[in-house]
């Protein structure tokens, strides 16, 4: 599914106003200001790969490879590898960033969009920068409070924050330079998750919230003054609505003319950009649509341009070159805002320009980046929404076992991906791409509720004589030129980190049990574990400092785990501390966070009255604003398990959920989305969730 247009200029108005170009206090702390200024300019930028002892650049370069070329630290010595250095962030969240480090300073992210500079050789902390994010902005997103990370030039750090600012901040004395609003609209639910790319001196940023009725765009800011350049709308907007460009045109006869105009179609930008200086293309991953279900998005059907695909934008005037959609009408949740990773490989006898995805629908694509040819499409985990893809057309040729319109449908993969957002790695000189892999599925139904779908308890008839694989999630070496797998690595929970490849044929990642691996990038043979206490889902990088070469990891389990599984208790022994960690050889041992301590019994719950309409009202406010966060049971292993709530926060519900009575705590207020009915039908569905088990525990004892 590929289409190329020509460039031309752009269409779009702007549509934000710089908020502040004057620096604002920031929250110093540290002995010293950083020993260099975070210098990064377009010639640096373009030869990131020629300096190997930094991370200019989220992926290391512009083509996202996440290959490091240092080899002090190599499968003859790594198992001498240990601590170097921690910082402890104020976190009990995940932590998705990837750090960058230039001369000698890292730059990384927190929870609620936090940015610190730490001394790469130490870990010493320079200068943090506090946006102050509404906490009321973490009620309505997904997924979790996190930040995957910043981005630096011309000795600025940029970070886009939760509530949808973009702030450029002095690397040298973490005082804000300017701030500018990306929100097009600030009354609808848009957050910022993702890392800023910057290209040709233009801040490039995109935004989420496709579940929550958004439309989804791409943005470029002036990154010396913050000034708007240009915006690319992913979806046409509401019927009958004004076309910002002539991409658009093409888009709008593939939706249903008779659309509901409050759904905004979805399609956000939240993650993956990718860049190649020679062609002068930017790519850009497109997300899900919104709402999922493709039969009450656009029910006349249609593709839904320019949902779950990949676009290739002129840099300069952010119009379309081509693009190339990997679930056509996507009907659930398989973004194509996963990893792309550009490289030069030899196919057929031919060295090839290539972009490589492994997005959620669980096919690994090869295509020409010049124009967005189909190259190679191959299954890398069990699908059974759709048997192949199309050589020739490119399009997925879809099974039938996906349709819930319906009827109940048991999918593979779940809309939590074969890979998620956690990035993969490349190595050219094993030519294998490391992803990091799950197997799972999602039972989906048409019910008013569908996008949490739990409480199935019987599987089999929607199973039926499929080969369902067991829930696992994997670390998978897949050679992109066989399409095939070389090695994998099965690990004990679904949610992991991602993958770091370096010259000394070594690849890296962090478990969602606490552990950091490396292995080797040929074998897939364990050659070091590090005990980390704490869970891991970001992606590894390696640097020099002080002559030594490091790997390090932001720590901090989260993220989709909160809204999309209930995770997995027994996985955390320890409590939840946000780290960065830096290891190098012959460091010490990773001091280990204090334990859980044991959840205790079931409170008795206090009496309620309320009728079953009232409780079932309760549980599906509760699933659409609790339990993201709290689990669909009550239960989550990172926040307060519900169930267990004390006779005298029961006393409190209402001043709590209702008023914000804990919102210094995050735990923000509902008073501008709920009545007091609301609460107190959500109260009556919590005293239920309680009730139940504590007669679970009854009868298990």
Known sequence: MRSRLSAGPSLCRPLVLIIAVLAAPACVAGASSPPAVAAVDAARAADAGQEPGNWLLHGRTYDEQRYSPLSQIDRGNVARLGLGWEYRLDSLRGIEATPIVVDGVMY??????????????????LWQYDPHVPRK???????????????????????????GRLVAIDAATGERAWEVDTLVDRSL????????????GRVVIGNGGAEYGVRGYVSAYDATTGEWAWRFF??????????????????????????????????????SLAYDPALDLLYVGTGNGGPWARHKRSPAGGDNLYLASIVALDPDSGRMVWYYQTTPGDNWDFTATQHMILADIEIGGEIRKVLMQAPKNGFFYVLDRTDGTL????????????????????????????????????????PAGAHDWQPMSFSPRTGLVYIPAREIGWVFNDGDDYWFTYGVRDLQPLIGEQPVPATAGYVKAWDPVAQRPVWEMRLPNVWNGGTLATAGDLVFFGTATGQLYAVDAASGRILKTIEIGTGIIAAPVSYLAGGKQYVAVMAGWGGPAFNTMQGDEAALRYLNTGRALAFRLDGGEVPLPPPVP??????????????????????????????????MYGSTPLLPDLRRLTPAKHALFEAIVYAGMLEGNGMAGFSDLLSRDDVRAVHAY????????????????
């Open 108 to 125: 990384t992210t927190g929870t609620w969009s936090r940015v610190y500079a730490l001394d790469a050789a130490s870990g010493a902390l």
């Open 234 to 271: 992913t979806v046409p907007g509401a019927p009958g609505a004004p076309l910002e460009s002539v991409e658009l045109e093409k888009a709008q006869a593939t939706w249903d003319p008779r659309r509901d105009p409050a759904n905004g179609g979805g399609g956000t930008v939240w993650d």
């Open 137 to 163: 902005w973490g009620r309505k997103l997904c997924c979790d409070i996190v930040n995957r990370g910043v981005a630096v030039w011309a000795g600025r750090i940029y970070v886009g924050t939760l509530d």
């Open 189 to 200: 639910p848009y957050s910022i998750t993702g890392a800023p790319r910057i290209v040709k």
């Open 598 to 631: 044991p959840r205790g019994e079931f409170p008795e719950p206090p009496v309620l009255e309320a009728t079953s309409e009232q409780v079932e009202r309760g549980r599906k406010l509760y699933v659409g604003h609790c339990g993201a966060c709290h689990g």
């Open 686 to 701: 919590v005293v239920q969730l309680q009730r139940e088990a504590r007669a679970q525990r009854a009868g298990a004892d």
């Open 375 to 414: 190259i190679s499409a191959e299954k890398f985990v069990y699908v059974n929404w759709a048997s192949r893809v199309d050589a020739v057309t490119g399009r997925p040729l879809e099974t039938g076992l996906g349709d819930y319109k319906d009827q109940a449908r048991y999918v593979f993969p779940s």
